[in-house]
């Protein structure tokens, strides 16, 4: 099992990377991703704190023998744009984090993953933020780059998102697809039994996001 989305205290998650290690050896993960909010918010990650946390990890992963990866969340504004820190991440995912719907969210996210070097698109259509008015057309073109750039769809199983309908579409692409918790305190963490479970049913033909 392995869980590629977790925030630290080095944004707004409340655990810590030792913790988060811990417990990721004793679920016998095999890996964890840390990944905290980008500078685009006031806690986010900046390039000190990028720094600070990386010998974090790397303290923690030789304590624990757990392998974690360093990633970022972005968060993609109304241009398509996305803010990054001065750091060599693992990988990065980028998400909508408003209440935007329709076709302005399909614009959003398809000039980041056409104009940015991202990894993962995260939580696709989230209930969390109520999304609605999804677009057959627009999905296919989304699935369509996603495959075309090979950046992967994040299943997430704090947003419970993608929707099925749309994961029916994922059905018999080659696509990648990313596992996340993204647990925000030490009990989520590897709580991905959404995601798995849709990955089996939907992610056919799909491969599994590593970094
Ligand atoms: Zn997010
Ligand atoms: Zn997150």
Not at 87 to 113: P, Q, T
Not at 127 to 155: C, H, S, T, W, Y
Request: charged share 30%; glycine share 6%.
């Amino acid at each position: 099992m392995l869980d590629l989305h977790v925030h630290s205290v080095y944004s707004d998650g409340s655990a810590t990377i030792d913790e988060i290690a811990r417990k990721a050896k004793e679920l016998r993960m095999k890996a964890v991703a840390i990944v905290d909010h980008s500078i685009e918010l006031y806690f986010g990650l900046t390039e000190a704190k990028a720094k600070q946390r990386q010998i974090e990890i790397d303290n923690a992963s030789s304590l624990y023998g757990v392998k974690i990866y360093s990633g970022i969340e972005c968060s993609i504004d109304a241009s398509g744009d996305i803010m990054l820190p001065d750091f060599d991440f693992d990988f990065i995912i980028a998400s909508v984090h408003e209440f935007v719907y329709g076709r302005d969210y399909y614009e959003r996210v398809l000039k980041c993953m056409e104009k940015y070097e991202i990894d993962v698109v995260g939580h696709p259509f989230s209930r969390l933020f109520n999304f609605d008015g999804r677009i057959p057309e627009m999905d296919e073109k989304l699935v369509d780059i996603a495959e075309q750039l090979g950046i992967a769809i994040e299943l997430n199983s704090s947003h419970r998102s993608p929707p099925d309908p749309f994961l029916e579409l994922c059905r018999d692409r080659k696509l990648i697809y990313s596992i996340g918790s993204d647990a925000h305190d030490l009990s989520k963490v590897g709580d991905v039994g959404w995601s798995v479970e849709r990955a089996k049913r939907y992610m056919t033909r799909a491969k599994l996001f590593s970094p």
